[in-house]
């Protein structure tokens, strides 16, 4: 038999460089303005669907007193509760504080996660209802990803309507692998029956480059055409809930066109109501 180990001769265990530093496992890179990755999850970190964290990378130190910061930026998680794995959906900007450098990461990499989830993009903020919406713009998909991918959501509501208006088409696409891939996930159709994708109507419109359907979904649900194109009536507080995630002048728009045209109440954790809003990120 092996002799135990002097645990004293054992090599000194690595220092993480970072404060909760998590590790990338995997890299995509979708468009050259879109990118998603995946990173190891803590332990001990619970995670409600739908929610964010502050992410990031340690800043170059301060050229005056040579200290280095941590430069962090809230970021949806994109992956459901239930996940290995941790996933982001971001944009790459290129002088970005942040995601000019995080565009770069590669698998083995590490970053930053602070293991404090937040945000209002959650079941737990709207009352039962029968249908949801969920109006993304851009990288507004990432809380959606999430939602999509959460039994939970199958389980409240009979019918999934998911909105996603971009500039260009190839914007759409990790939207739209992401909802192709849902017909064959195991965990889903075990737990909520096969089939159950049936209930997801996916609307993608773009908004500068031709594709099949065209405008902002705003201008859309305005002039009946959305609701023409999806078979359903338009939102109401009887049987409607929402949740919208998208840059700021599309949040406001949509939130007036709810509580002013149907008659919907925004929701919080806690005092869930019709509908809840969260700002995409960007850099
Ligand atoms: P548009 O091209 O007409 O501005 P961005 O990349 O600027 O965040 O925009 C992402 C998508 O959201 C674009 O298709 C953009 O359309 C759309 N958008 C921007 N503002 C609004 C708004 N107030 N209402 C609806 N869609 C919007």
């Known amino acids: 038999p092996k002799l135990a180990q002097d645990p004293a001769s054992k090599p000194a265990k690595a220092v993480p460089a970072l404060p909760d530093a998590q590790t990338v496992t995997e890299v995509k890179h979708w468009t050259d303005r879109l990118f998603s990755f995946k990173v190891t999850r803590p332990a001990s970190l619970r995670f409600r ?16 007193t040579g200290k280095v910061k941590p430069l962090l930026r809230a970021y949806s998680i994109a992956s459901p509760s239930w996940d290995e794995e941790m996933e982001f959906y971001s944009i790459k900007v290129q002088d970005g504080p942040l995601t000019s450098r995080l565009q770069h990461i590669k698998v083995g990499d ?27 713009t851009g ?8 939602l999509l991918r959460e039994p939970e959501t199958y389980e409240k509501f ?5 909105t996603h ?34 209930k997801i109507k996916y609307y993608p419109t773009t908004t500068r480059e031709e594709s099949a359907k065209m405008g902002r979904i705003t201008d859309l649900m305005r002039s009946g055409e959305a609701f023409a194109d999806l078979g359903v009536p338009p939102l109401n507080p009887e049987s409607d809930r929402a949740m919208i995630c998208g840059n ?27 509908f809840v809003v969260e700002k995409a990120f960007l850099d």
């Open 49 to 64: 669907s739908g929610e964010f964290v502050m992410i990031g990378l340690m800043n170059d130190p301060d050229p005056k």
């Open 110 to 136: 590490e970053i930053i996660l602070r293991p404090k989830p937040v945000g209002t993009l959650v079941h737990d903020a709207l009352i039962p209802g029968k249908r949801i919406w969920f109006f993304a």
């Open 139 to 146: 990288t507004g998909f990432a809380p959606f990803a999430s």
């Open 158 to 162: 009979d019918e999934v309507i998911i």
């Open 165 to 198: 208006t971009c500039r260009e088409a190839g914007e759409l696409t990790y939207g739209r692998e992401l909802i192709e891939s849902l017909k064959t996930d195991e965990l889903l159709n075990e737990v909520i029956g096969e089939g159950f994708w049936k």
């Open 248 to 274: 700021l002048a599309f949040n406001l728009e949509l939130k007036d066109l709810f509580e002013n045209t149907y008659g919907l109440e925004e929701g919080a954790n806690s005092k869930p109501a019709h």
